[in-house]
């Protein structure tokens, strides 16, 4: 049983510029959620996506934006990247049914904004 | 808007030993979901235990067990027999039922000493 995969593991990028990353939601989910976690600290929440739509909201600019495809699978796109960009991006996925909301993290993408 | 605090930033335990990491949160919400995660050095965030508030019965996984205070809002983990593989950073988040916004604490460090 495959667990929630994240692509690229680490990147480098400089002030700016736009990044997109990815995440392939574990087996049977189909509800993808994006966080940025900063060292030392807790994840924060940023989006989630279900039925392709974005659900859900964290207190995030609109330099934030995602998408999610029909096979559940899904992209966080950040455009004109602040050095306080630079954080571990974790995605979680779950089975959107009422009492199912136990996210399963996938190992994150290390982004360094230069 | 919910906050999870978790006031010991680090704590230490020597192998074999137990000890309760605390977790406090704020809500006006009257079901939800608890959690503790384990994220070890690796970064890969994992599920240690889950909660329904609306269960009075305290949730235990094998070592991990916990003590929920609804009306205290109050949700601690205890570790019995504490391995050196416990060793890692553990979040407390909670998550409003059929909501799917996440919150996590800051998280508390624990080291188990051999």
């Known amino acids: 049983d495959a667990g929630v995969t994240q692509s690229p593991t680490h990147l480098i990028k400089t002030r700016g510029q736009q990044v997109t990353l990815r995440c392939s939601p574990k087996s049977g989910h189909d509800t993808v959620s994006w966080y940025q976690q900063a060292l030392g600290q807790g994840p924060q929440f940023i989006f989630q996506?279900?039925?392709?739509?974005?659900?859900q909201r964290g207190n995030f600019p609109d330099r934030f934006s995602g998408h999610q495809f029909p096979n559940y699978s899904s992209e966080l796109n950040v455009n004109a990247l602040l050095l306080g960009d630079s954080a571990l991006y974790l995605c979680a996925s779950s089975f959107r049914l009422a009492g199912q909301d136990t996210q399963y993290f996938g190992p994150g993408t290390r982004l360094t904004v230069l | 808007a919910q906050t999870v605090t978790q006031s010991q930033p680090e704590m230490s335990v020597q192998e074999a030993e137990t000890v309760t990491l605390s977790c406090t949160y704020d809500?006006?919400?009257?079901?939800?979901?608890l959690f503790w995660y384990k994220q070890p050095p690796s970064r890969q965030m994992i599920l240690v235990i889950r909660?329904?508030?609306?269960?009075?019965q305290n949730a235990t996984e094998n070592r991990f067990s916990v003590n929920f205070q609804k009306a205290a809002k109050s949700f601690s983990l205890k570790i019995s027999d504490s391995q050196l593989g416990d060793t890692a950073m553990y979040f407390c988040a909670f998550i409003p039922f059929n909501a799917g916004k996440s919150t996590f604490g800051d998280g508390t460090t624990l080291t188990v000493k051999p």
């Open positions: 909660q329904e508030a609306y269960k009075q």
């Open positions: 809500t006006s919400e009257n079901n939800y979901y």
């Open positions: 996506y279900y039925e392709e739509e974005e659900r």
